[in-house]
């Protein structure tokens, strides 16, 4: 009898931390669904405090930061009237509660790009400079810590689209990185469930874009 | 008995997970209300959350919130929101909870906080997205060649002025205007006057990261300005190194700049060299060069971040240039004057900024510059030999002259914050003058040490309500006298973007090195600012209505005799409008200047208005950035009422000067253009610039000159009816980029 109760106070603990984990990764698997069908910036505001919500209460989970600022980016590009330079502030903060979790992560890298990204759009022309430098350095190292995440390549492709040709930029050489990261998503397993996955249609898209 | 065990450990396993499934499906209950600011205004966007939940919500337009949660009992809500302090407030849940009032506070942030705009144009501030005038902007002013001065033009309340440098600003003289590098004054900030030719500035618009143009009203910390400051501050490190080069017809140039690795040392050397022979050859002048302007420019930069984040940084420039133009005289039909100088200025600046903890900031500041002009005239024959007469009015047209202008300068400002963001600024200057001039074989001598200390306060009562309150005192040892000059200024924001403010002050300054070499009896020469302005700016818009009083007293008279005898006053109304939204690619500003001025100083006979003084000034300014081709075009156009113009003469019983005649100019008209083709050439960004003042080739008369006996006038025009420039600008970055990624890694 005794053994029978220490397997129960153990399966009891077990199942307990299994609910909980349970609970985040429901939560989790609710939010990226929502996240999906966001369209709006006020949509995205919403989920990135979602996910903010869910990060604070675990306090040992990055992913709940990084979809918060991810989240918190895609608003300052849809939200045409927003404070990118706001918006871009939040998501930095947002980045180094992540960063503080998981150092060095390749997509962590791939967010501080496009935050540089936000501050370059507020003025481009006075900020291409600083910025620009920014967010070639994040994809740089985004690149260097996990040369096989095909976002790294997405977004390398995006912004060669957006460079012009005589400055190094130009559809060619953004079709390379895009049919370079459409190849890399055919085969890309995320860690976990959880883990990021998104890009693959938009890499499709931007490359038959680069390809016209 | 392993079987049942595991059995009845299958039913706990069930039961237990039936328990927690319907825990985690939960009692569940409903949250609502609404957060509000300290005016009872809904807040959008701002998050609320059960600490150590998952459960909360983000407020709708109107400030509402909803949500269901599964926490029960004691808990905390957590409100935030950006621009408001965080609230944690103590809930019990037990069933819905509907109705909650939750108001937060604003907190006092120093980039949505009301700001003083009255009489001041903030430009190039990167921290503030409704900046006036960048760096850009004065590359790209069309017409304005590159010069600082050529682009604050085209905002209100500065003159078109053409036959003399310096910016003259409601109703006062170019003199009245001050330029101010981090902090210190600057001697000689335009290259030494030619007559009738208006001379372009000493420093380029790259070297600054801020512009201030104040016309009027200005802080505490600048003195000896009547009417104007243009306060520049210099960049810090920049972003990477960069080698550049600069090919035109007229001037040659290259530099390097060097970033260290540790981006926290940077230095920098860049030489110039200045030839209008070719050009000349090409554009026909109005007068004839005897000798072609040359310039030789150097600078070099050195600046590091200290330990503590502090900033020092140093800058010298050193210029030599030459000319000679030889026109015809006015009182011949066959004499003509010829007209030399020759001039060197060495300029250096070291500033330091520093934070030294607990609130407080250090900005400290030295400069020392020293120019020396030669300066000559002769009076020449149809084959340029020199000529003599015995009478002295035609003898005094032969002269040369030597001038030394020495200034070093001392200033240390400490800044303490206060709470919220209130700050108090308080400090102190020391000036050393030494001027030694020497005309015609007689020679004076100046030095002045003067002083000054001020203090100021900003005061934000609340994020729309800031007032700045400052004074300060000033001691001239040359004219042996004090001065206590109030500032103040308030600020209220009333509405989104929108604010008013008022500025008063008292400004001093001395009496011109001209009128001291003749007597050092004489006074500070005062002005009053009294200016009300509405500003509604934002990232795209800028709209500004100013109404300004000012009140000169003391001005100098020179005729009948030396003193300060002198007074006038000048009033106006200014508008400016800039859009860079409205037509996609297109970015314009219109500034108009309404100014009714009048003075009675130097030899004027009474009071008149000053013939630098136009009734009615606009500007139009154009910029199209054309992307498919990587060209930006930028057009300017300057209209300006005719300017009054006066002969005045001694009467020889009376000695006092009278009217013998006066006019008025023709309209001032002045079309400038630009473009600006970005590229790359041989690995470097590339920028072939071209561009042309009064391109229309209007006539512009600036005044008049009148000989000896009277009869006889000849307008004052531009050497040349118009400028034309070209030239490529080649930069090549050094990428750092691979250094930063191995930092990261």
């Not at chain 1, 960063?99 to 006075?126: G, Q, R």
Request: one cysteine or more; proline letters at 3%.
């Amino acid at each position: 009898m005794k053994q029978i109760l220490v397997m129960t106070i153990l399966l009891c603990v077990s199942v307990m931390s299994y609910a909980q984990n349970d609970k985040y990764q429901k939560a989790m698997e609710k939010t990226i669904a929502a996240f999906d069908t966001c369209k709006t910036a006020e949509d995205y505001q919403q989920v990135s405090a979602a996910f903010e919500r869910i990060g604070d209460a675990e306090k040992t989970q990055w992913l709940p930061y990084y979809y918060a600022a991810l989240a918190m980016e895609f608003k300052g590009f849809t939200d045409q009237k927003g404070d990118k330079d706001e918006i871009a502030n939040r998501a930095e903060a947002l980045i180094a509660k992540a960063e503080a979790i998981e150092p060095k992560n390749s997509e962590l890298f791939l967010l501080k790009n496009m935050s540089a990204t936000l501050h370059m759009l507020v003025d481009p022309m006075n900020r291409w400079q600083q910025y620009g430098a920014v967010a070639r350095q994040a994809l740089g190292t985004a690149k260097a810590i996990d040369a096989q995440n095909p976002r790294v390549y997405l977004m390398e492709g995006e912004s060669l689209m957006n460079t012009p040709a005589q400055f190094g930029g130009g559809k060619d050489k953004a079709r390379q990185s895009l049919e370079k990261s459409v190849e890399l998503f055919k085969a890309f397993k995320p860690v976990t469930p959880l883990h990021p996955v998104w890009g693959q249609k938009r890499a499709e898209r931007m490359l038959a874009a680069a390809s016209k | 008995m392993f079987v049942e065990q595991l059995a009845q450990m299958k039913n706990i396993l069930v039961f237990l997970v039936m328990i927690f499934s319907f825990n985690l499906a939960g009692a569940q209950v409903k949250i609502s209300g609404n957060v509000r600011d300290a005016k009872g205004r809904g807040v959008a966007g701002a998050s609320i959350a059960i600490k150590n939940s998952y459960d909360g919500a983000t407020t709708d337009s109107l400030g509402q919130f909803s949500f269901r949660t599964t926490e029960m009992g004691e808990q905390v809500l957590e409100v935030s929101s950006v621009g408001f302090h965080t609230i944690a407030q103590k809930i019990t849940i037990a069933t819905d909870l509907g109705g909650l009032r939750i108001t937060v506070k604003e907190k006092l942030d120093e980039l949505k906080a009301v700001m003083v705009t009255a009489g001041t144009f903030e430009a190039g501030d990167r921290k503030r997205a409704t900046t006036v005038l960048s760096t850009l902007d004065v590359l790209t002013t069309g017409g304005a060649n590159a010069d600082i001065t050529a682009a604050v033009r085209t905002l209100p309340g500065a003159q078109q002025i053409g036959d003399q440098e310096g910016l003259f600003v409601r109703g006062g003289a170019g003199y009245e205007t001050k330029q101010y590098i981090d902090g210190t004054v600057v001697n000689n900030p335009y290259y030494t006057s030619v007559p009738d030719v208006a001379q372009r500035g000493r420093f380029g618009p790259a070297l600054f990261k801020g512009t201030v143009f104040s016309t009027g009203g200005y802080s505490a910390l600048y003195g000896q300005a009547l009417s104007s400051a243009l306060i520049l501050e210099s960049i810090d490190l920049p972003d990477q190194s960069t080698a550049n080069a600069s090919i035109t017809p007229i001037f040659v140039g290259a530099g390097y700049q060097k970033l260290e690795k540790n981006k926290k040392v940077s230095w920098g050397a860049n030489y110039g060299y200045t030839n209008l022979t070719a050009y000349f050859e090409v554009v026909k002048q109005k007068i004839d060069y005897f000798k072609v302007p040359q310039f030789h420019t150097a600078d070099f930069n050195y600046r590091f971040k200290t330990k503590n984040g502090g900033m020092v940084k140093y800058y010298t420039t050193f210029s030599s240039n030459k000319l000679g133009i030889r026109r015809p005289d006015i009182d011949s039909s066959f004499l003509k004057d010829a007209f030399a100088l020759q001039s060197t200025n060495w300029y250096n600046n070291l500033s330091w900024k520093e934070s030294l903890g607990n609130g407080w900031r250090l900005n400290a500041g030295a400069s020392y510059s020293t120019n020396l002009d030669n300066i000559s005239n002769e009076l020449q024959d149809k084959l340029n030999q020199p000529k003599t007469y015995d009478q002295q009015w035609l003898k005094d047209k032969n002269f040369s002259g030597r001038t030394r202008q020495d200034l070093s300068q001392l200033k240390t400002v400490f800044e303490k914050k206060l709470r919220g963001i209130s700050s108090l600024r308080f400090g102190g200057e020391y000036w050393y003058a030494y001027t030694h001039s020497n005309f015609n074989n007689k020679s004076k001598e100046l030095t002045d040490h003067f002083t000054a200390t001020f203090a100021e306060t900003d005061i934000y009562l609340t994020n729309n309500l800031a007032a700045k309150i400052g004074v300060r005192g000033e001691y001239s040892s040359v004219i042996d006298k004090f001065n206590v000059a109030p500032r103040l200024s308030l600020a209220y924001k009333t509405g989104k973007d929108a604010q008013a403010s008022v500025a008063y002050g008292t400004f001093y300054q001395k009496p011109e090195n001209l009128q001291l070499v003749q007597t050092t009896a004489l006074g500070y020469t005062r002005a009053t600012h009294y200016i009300a302005n509405y500003q509604k700016a934002n990232k795209y818009y800028t709209f500004r209505l100013e109404g300004f009083y000012k009140k000169y007293h003391d001005l100098v008279k020179t005729s009948p005799v030396y003193n300060n005898d002198g007074e006038g006053y000048a009033k106006g109304v200014e508008l400016f409008w800039r859009d860079k939204k409205t037509i996609k690619g297109l970015d314009y500003w219109i500034s108009y200047s309404y100014l009714d001025t009048k003075r009675d100083y130097l030899n004027y006979p009474g009071k008149l208005q000053p013939n630098f003084a136009a009734d009615h000034t606009t500007s139009l300014v154009l910029k199209r950035w054309v992307s498919k081709i990587s060209t930006g075009f930028n057009f300017t156009y300057s209209y300006a009422t005719g300017r009054p113009y006066y002969n005045l003469r001694l009467d020889n019983t009376s000695m006092k000067y009278r009217i013998a005649d006066q006019g008025e100019t023709i309209d001032y008209h002045n079309l400038g253009f630009s473009f600006n083709y970005v590229t790359r050439i041989a690995g470097s960004y590339a920028v072939l610039v071209g561009s042309a003042t009064n391109v229309l080739g209007s006539k512009q008369v600036f005044g008049y000159n009148y000989s000896h006996d009277g009869k006889a006038k000849e307008p004052i025009t531009p050497p040349a009816n118009r400028f034309l420039f070209i030239g490529l600008f080649l930069s090549w970055g050094v990428d750092r980029t691979q250094d930063a990624i191995n930092n990261n890694l």
